[in-house]
């Protein structure tokens, strides 16, 4: 069992940033963000592998990164020129597997959300 703990969301205006981290409770080798905007199915954002390896949505490539402490078992998003349709619950995401995977069904362990609202 993992249990991840999200932090950092909040409300911002539309070009800033902001920075979510995802604390967990040991190490995994696939840490990923996914989101959930009202009416929408979730959606993979971005991956991570142990090793540094890294995939983006293509919608978020250019302004987000994602980054992970090794040492800390964290991972972060760093969300810049957020947009409004960037508005949505932001879940971290852990698995088993060492590919970097974006399907939902490769993460075993989910965080409780953290809500991101950017405004216009």
């Known amino acids: 069992q993992v249990l991840l703990v999200e932090s950092g969301g909040g409300l911002v205006q539309a070009g800033g940033s902001l920075r979510l981290s995802c604390a967990a409770s040991?190490?995994?080798?696939?840490m990923g963000w996914f989101r959930q905007a009202p009416g929408k199915e979730r959606e993979p954002v971005a991956a991570i592998t142990w090793s540094g390896r890294t995939s983006y949505a293509d919608s978020v490539k250019g302004r987000f990164t994602i980054s992970r402490d090794n040492a800390e078992n964290t991972v972060y998003l760093q969300m810049t020129s957020l947009r409004p349709e960037d508005t949505a619950v932001y879940y971290c995401a852990a698995g088993s597997d060492s590919y970097l995977y974006t399907q939902e069904n490769k993460y075993d362990f989910w965080g409780q959300g953290t809500q991101v609202t950017v405004s216009s």
């Open positions: 040991r190490r995994t080798r696939l």
